[in-house]
């Protein structure tokens, strides 16, 4: 399916020699969850695909390394295995711990979702959807950082991207050009695609632990995060990494008068201070530095389609903004994005092409539209200390509610399921689909 224009030669930056362009149907940028799930769509469809990416794996990213039952579902459809034998740690749900209480909360019992989580570090997750996406007929190149868009001299579109390697530069092209490039997403930002600052952004830090607690069988969540007297929007978690250490970690919304003024790292000490010393969670116990990264959420970068680029997974700010939960986003709308380029590439014509992939913003909006306006109206809310503090109070005696909450949180419903799913279905529902 290339097209096939004559091989170009660009002006290298003095450093290498002159090397023809690559081509390709598509060139995604970046191998993370989201690159590696639109590659592996594109490639089973029979398409060329280039997935750019900057480092080589096994490679570290900073995350909670914590899959909820929407993440085990995509790493499902993409065949991979997810069973105990072959080192992943599976969880029973959320226990939550506020207000002086604990609650467990086991993922509900679905037909759409399976009803367990899983753990595992991103050095292995990502490592192995890329080789996924590669097994499919992908071609994967890393140690390759794309530097900028090539563009039609008259239209402005990007026809490609210029990238370094260790011989130097090199353009590749194609028809379609994939932004998976993660949160600061720099591939977007030349293409004049900015933040949103009124859509939700989280700042997050963690790190690990040699503790008794590596083999938990529930992700813990703690909602007490405390600025003075003020209780801030976000949560501490501890996930178990089944290998004698715990991923732990806090983050916090940018509804909060604390967020851009918090010493993350300084909270993140305090809070762990106040746990019981036999868990581990002190100095000498700690393997990693502490590092952290923002979450963009809820759209927060838009439009997802411009000028022949696509954008995907937190490149188009698609962490959810109700618990922080990013890759099965990024798997999800990969996939959403591979299958209509897939029909796109297929049109005879260069307006029929148009017009489909100007449907991926709305299949987006359709998939999440209304689950993100609600979580924008939360994120607001929860901004208040005195709301959050209420909200904390009262939801944590409450278990039933509770149970909701978590189905409302981490958006796992039956579309035809229970009273509670049909309350949450319909609040995305009536949410207004965001601009
Ligand atoms: C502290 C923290 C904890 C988190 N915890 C969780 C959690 O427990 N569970 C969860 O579901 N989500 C979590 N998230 C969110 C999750 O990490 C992201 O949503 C997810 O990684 C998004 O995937 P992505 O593929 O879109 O982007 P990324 O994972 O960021 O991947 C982007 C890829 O692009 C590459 N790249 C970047 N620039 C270039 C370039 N110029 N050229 C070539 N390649 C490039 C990068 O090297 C990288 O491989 C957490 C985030 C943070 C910060």
């Not at 069973?83 to 609650?103: F, M, P, T, Y």
């Not at 952004?201 to 690990?208: D, E, K």
């Not at 039933?400 to 035809?416: C, G, S």
Request: hydrophobic share 40%; glycine share 12%.
């Amino acid at each position: 399916m290339t097209e096939h224009t004559p091989p170009v030669t660009q002006t290298s930056n003095g450093a290498g020699p002159r090397r023809p362009a690559a081509e390709a149907d598509v060139i995604v940028v970046g191998a993370g969850p989201s690159g590696s799930t639109t590659a592996y769509y594109l490639a089973q469809a029979g398409l060329d695909v280039l997935l750019l990416e900057k480092t080589r794996f096994p490679r570290e990213k900073v995350c909670g390394d914590g899959l909820t039952p929407r993440g085990v579902k995509a790493l499902v459809a993409m065949g991979i295995s997810v069973s105990e034998q072959d080192g992943w740690v599976r969880n029973k749900g959320l226990r939550v711990i506020g207000a002086g209480k604990r609650l467990e909360l086991p993922w509900p019992e679905l037909s759409s979702y399976p009803g367990y989580g899983l753990v595992r570090p991103r050095t292995d997750l990502d490592q192995m959807l890329a080789r996924r996406a590669e097994h499919a007929g992908a071609r994967l190149l890393e140690g390759v950082t794309v530097t900028g868009p090539v563009r039609h001299e008259r239209t402005g579109r990007i026809t490609g991207v210029v990238a370094k390697d260790a011989n130097g530069e090199r353009t590749y092209r194609a028809r379609v050009i994939v932004a998976a490039d993660g949160n600061s997403s720099r591939l977007s930002v030349a293409m004049g695609l900015r933040k949103r600052d009124d859509r939700p952004l989280g700042v997050a830090v963690r790190t690990y632990y040699q503790s008794p607690r590596h083999d938990d069988d529930y992700l813990e969540s703690w909602l007490d995060l405390w600025d003075g007297d003020r209780l801030l929007p976000g949560y501490g978690w501890i996930f178990g990494m089944g290998d004698g250490t715990s991923n732990v970690g806090l983050g916090l919304l940018n509804t909060s008068a604390a967020f851009g003024n918090t010493d993350y790292h300084a909270l993140l000490r305090k809070w762990l201070a106040g746990m019981p010393a036999e868990w581990g969670f002190t100095e000498e116990n700690r393997t990693q530095p502490i590092r952290g990264a923002a979450l963009p959420m809820g759209f927060n970068r838009t439009p997802h389609y411009y000028q022949g680029l696509l954008l995907v997974g937190d490149a188009g700010g698609m962490v959810n903004p109700f618990n922080g939960e990013g890759i099965a986003y990024a798997m999800e709308s990969g996939e959403i994005l591979a299958r209509t380029i897939a029909q796109a590439l297929a049109r005879a014509r260069r307006a029929e092409t148009e017009r489909v992939l100007a449907g991926y913003p709305r299949a987006l909006s359709e998939a999440y539209g209304g689950y993100y306006s609600a979580g924008r109206a939360f994120v607001k809310a929860i901004g208040q200390p005195t709301l959050m503090r209420f909200a904390t109070k009262h939801a944590m005696s409450r278990p039933a509610l509770m149970r909701f909450a978590l189905k409302l949180l981490a958006n796992l419903t039956d579309p035809r399921g229970d009273v509670s799913d049909r309350l949450v279905n319909g609040l995305s529902k009536l949410a207004p689909n965001p601009k």
